[in-house]
């Protein structure tokens, strides 16, 4: 078992206090947007090894049938095939979209045909993987995801009565499935210019006179004052608003437009850092490739039920088999199973832990380890609440 000291994060989207409360840090102004806590080569926790510091990728690498095991060797390759974040946002994230694994390697063998270094902030694909996610709530957690039904949304963009907006009506009433959507998005997201269309700033006026009317209305309004002149901020009347409460899941698979609004939690994902953009943000956006890898089809949230194991032991389940995020919640000193064997990390959210899989470790909130296969069975214990990401 190893202790891992997890890079930071500090984009702007972050919270000035999430974070460093869950970890018990002084409050200095500054954003924490993510802890990353694995093994991406991009920015990878270091493993506290007998006498010596290893990045995490390298001691994967180094001992692949000991730290993973032949299971999710033979599956997945000498890689930790998940990436595990705390992510707090204090304010709205890209609307974005995450690839298939096929639409990933092509992407990827394009850009490295073209000479594309994948240290450019134009670039588009940054490894070869998809990156479907299960995002676990610590606190209530706002979000964009999925495309509403077509009527639904042409009713809410209706009834801004931004005449400019009468196009997308339309577009959205397109009977063709998902073709309504493919035009409205496509007509949208190609309105982003140096010089913003005039209704961008109409629509922000409406929202901010309406914002008490509709949860998604207030989201515009928030939108417009986050991002100025973004066209992309109608996003909220096209996508499905959701409010997760602590301990509620969601799964967001490729293909699926979302965007995280506000809250702590912790995502589990496939380990990649592939993520297309449509607006909302200051870095590199890719309209056309966003419209050929995004399912336009409408869809519901991906919420996950939670899967009994055991006594203080439940799993949330996606439908790829990179990974499983199990939740563990002992109390006064019971003992809870976590994944048998393969590669796990565990980080505690909550409470004190006790973790024990051939060696012992207390955990505090936001301390991390990660459990190779080769230590064999975990289980923890005390009272708290610790989450595990394992494949």
């Not at 039904?149 to 063709?176: G, I």
């Not at 509709?214 to 991002?227: G, I, K, N, S, T």
């Not at 832990?353 to 936001?366: F, I, K």
Request: net charge negative; charged share 20%; proline share 10%.
């Amino acid at each position: 078992m190893f202790l891992l000291d997890n890079p930071v994060r500090r984009y702007p989207w972050g919270s000035t206090s999430l974070v460093q409360q869950l970890l018990g840090r002084p409050l200095d102004g500054r954003p924490v947007a993510e802890v990353w806590i694995g093994a991406h080569p991009d920015d990878p926790s270091v493993a506290a090894a007998p006498g010596r510091r290893v990045p995490l990728d390298v001691l994967v690498a180094g001992q692949p049938e000991a730290m993973l095991g032949r299971r999710v060797l033979a599956t997945a390759g000498p890689r930790l095939p998940f990436l595990t974040k705390i992510l707090a946002a204090a304010h709205a994230l890209s609307v974005q979209v995450h690839p298939t694994a096929a639409q990933a390697e092509a992407g990827f063998a394009a850009e490295e045909r073209r000479g594309v270094r994948r240290d450019d902030p134009g670039r588009t694909y940054r490894d070869r993987s998809h990156k479907p996610e299960v995002l676990y709530a610590l606190t209530p957690f706002e979000l964009l995801s999925g495309l509403r039904e077509p009527e639904q949304a042409a009713k809410l963009v209706a009834e801004l009565e931004v005449p400019a907006l009468d196009p997308l009506v339309e577009m959205l009433r397109d009977e063709s499935p998902g073709a309504g959507h493919r035009a409205a998005l496509t007509w949208l997201l190609h309105q982003r210019g140096p010089t913003p269309a005039a209704w961008v700033g109409e629509v922000a006026r409406v929202a901010d006179e309406a914002a008490g009317t509709r949860p998604e209305v207030r989201v515009v309004r928030d939108l417009a004052r986050q991002f100025p002149g973004d066209p992309a901020l109608v996003a909220p009347l096209l996508l499905n608003f959701a409010r997760l409460e602590p301990g509620q899941a969601l799964y967001t698979g490729a293909g699926t437009l979302h965007a995280y609004l506000s809250g702590m939690a912790v995502e589990v994902m496939a380990a990649s850092d592939n993520v297309l953009r449509a607006g909302l943000t200051t870095k590199h956006v890719d309209v056309d490739e966003l419209l050929a890898v995004t399912d336009f089809t409408p869809r519901l949230t991906g919420f996950l039920r939670p899967v009994r194991v055991g006594p203080g032991a439940v799993d949330y389940v996606p439908p790829v088999p990179d990974f499983v995020l199990r939740v563990l919640t002992p109390r006064a000193g019971s003992v809870v199973t976590g994944p048998d064997d393969g590669p796990r990390v565990v980080v505690c959210t909550a409470g004190e832990v006790r973790v024990e899989a051939g060696d012992v470790r207390g955990l505090r909130p936001g301390d991390a380890v990660f459990v190779p296969d080769v230590d064999g069975p975990l289980t923890v214990s005390g009272d708290g609440t610790a989450v595990v990401a394992a494949a």
